[in-house]
């Protein structure tokens, strides 16, 4: 009774991965039945493979087999998560299943918050910085192209006043759903601040991610006039900087920080184009 009424699941199985027993809570929570009785558990339930799991040949005593894990089950929007561990309690193992969802899609969510900007879904500044590391690292070790580009909304103020805060942020959620639609996949876009964007360009030199802004400028404009509010006065101004190579002692805000060079030289020369660093110093 104990057994059958407990609110984990439990899944019972012998050396050779046999299934000897299930409670209800297990049959709930993972689609089988009783029927798996006498089945492999590599046959009988789905997740198993996932777990990367060898039953040992030898074993004796009281053994973890699988430490405390959390794996997640079924498709959104019924997506579950449970924390599963396995034990070989002398006689063979015991899979116990609790149901953790609640706790996971709360944990989801805060890491949601602190990472994402709410009103675009794009990555946060800080979250931006601590995802690009590890691309900044393998570009300095394969000796391989980067660029960033610094996008800015030129007279975001002026919209909100004349419009109204809702179309300014209907202009930031276009922004941000065209940069989403229009970079590659391992571009990596963030919201830096009110009205400004950044964008790590792996494998891009400087006279390539010129080429690509010139993109983003024109399709940028189009999206906003056909989505937002035909005949909005809206551009956007874009610093770029970009190293062939960046060196060992060189770090990424020195790239940062040629790109905003950029970005306020064409805010003081009359905003809506791209410049790259390289011209500024040429100029």
Known sequence: QIFNHMRDGMIVFNEYGTILDVNKAAIDQVGIDDTCIGKTVS???A?????????PKQISGTETLLPSTVISLGESPELRYFDISIKYLGQGYVMMLTDVTDRQKLMIQIEEMANFDSLTQLRNRRSFFNMVEGLVASAKRNRQPLSIMLLDIDNLKQINDKHGHAIGDLVLKNMASYLSTALRAVDVKARSGGDEFIILLPQT???DAKYVATRLYK????TIDDN???GLAFSVSIGIS????LGRTQSLMEVVEEADK???????QGKGFALSFCELDEG
Not at 47 to 53: D, P, Q, T, V
Not at 219 to 222: F, H, L, P, Q, Y
């Open 205 to 207: 030199n400087t006279e």
């Open 262 to 268: 950029a970005l306020s030289a064409v805010k003081k």
């Open 228 to 230: 937002v509010l035909p």
């Open 219 to 222: 399709g940028i404009n189009e």
């Open 43 to 45: 046959a009988s339930l």
């Open 47 to 55: 997740f198993w493979s996932g777990l990367g799991l060898k039953l």
């Open 242 to 245: 970009g190293r062939e190579v």
